[in-house]
């Protein structure tokens, strides 16, 4: 499913390393760039579920928390272990994070109550310059967003907030992609439902979003399918693309995804997946550029 139940604390090595590729993997029009980083231990459950950016930074979360480090090389400014408040744990039993999203200053989580079966789908606001919570929240629509909300994505030039279901299938509605106002999302009293300002239908069903990021007015999606797939998606029209698989193996769990453009050697799709080791995990950054 989306959270990281296999993950177990590595007494190795708990430090990022960045990794030279000898031969980057090439898939269509994309190609991943030559370095990567691998986390084990700590810093992987910190960072095990998604990833965001706002060109400076990188902005994770994981099982173990959240954590802010620059993108040139890694080095932690900010984090906080317990990022989940009591004012949403407890009556929400919130207890997951998924892809989060940086704008304008703010850091939105989407926050799942797996053990609760999934019934209080949240969004909700953090500080990026500390990662600490700002009491401000919107609880999405449950018959929009059954099985949870995996990650959220927003387009600022559009002014939208855009989820998806978990599990997608034609036959009952559910291969859509959901739209929210922005300003609503920032505007918007404190437990506000968001309200619903499109649905678009998919031209295809994509399960197991693990994550969702736009670059030049598409969204990129990381699957967990077979393929370890990058898909795009049309939030206009609902087109969908297959685009790469991502350089991962078969068993590796692919998780969040950002989108920001560092030039043909940093990429412009950066993503998160976990990798499964003896008696540990290991979990990787990896940057994919396009090529043509």
Known sequence: MKKLGRISISAAVVAAVAVAAATPAQAATWTRTAQYYRWTGFNALERGQGVATDGTY??????????????????????????????????????????????????????EDGKNNYQHPLLALYNASDLSYTGRYVQLPLDKMPGGVPWVAVDGAAGLVYTAPWTQNAANGTNTLIAYSLADLLTLPAGSTLPV????????????????AVWQNKLYASVDDSGKSVYSIDPNTGQVSYEFHQDAEPGDEVQGIAAWDLGP???????????????????YLQHYTRTS
Not at 265 to 283: E, R, Y
């Open 58 to 111: 990188f902005y994770y979360a994981g099982p173990g928390g959240m954590v802010k480090a620059t993108i040139s090389n890694d080095s932690e400014v900010a984090s906080s272990a317990f990022p989940i408040p009591s004012s949403l744990s407890s009556p929400f039993k919130s207890d997951h994070i998924g892809d989060l999203e940086y704008y304008g200053g703010y850091v939105i989580a989407p926050l």
């Open 265 to 283: 050697s940093g990429g412009q799709l950066h993503i998160v997946h976990v990798g499964s080791g003896w008696k540990s995990i290991f979990l």
């Open 197 to 212: 300002r499109r649905t678009i239908t998919l031209s295809q069903p994509l399960s197991r979003i693990q994550g969702a």
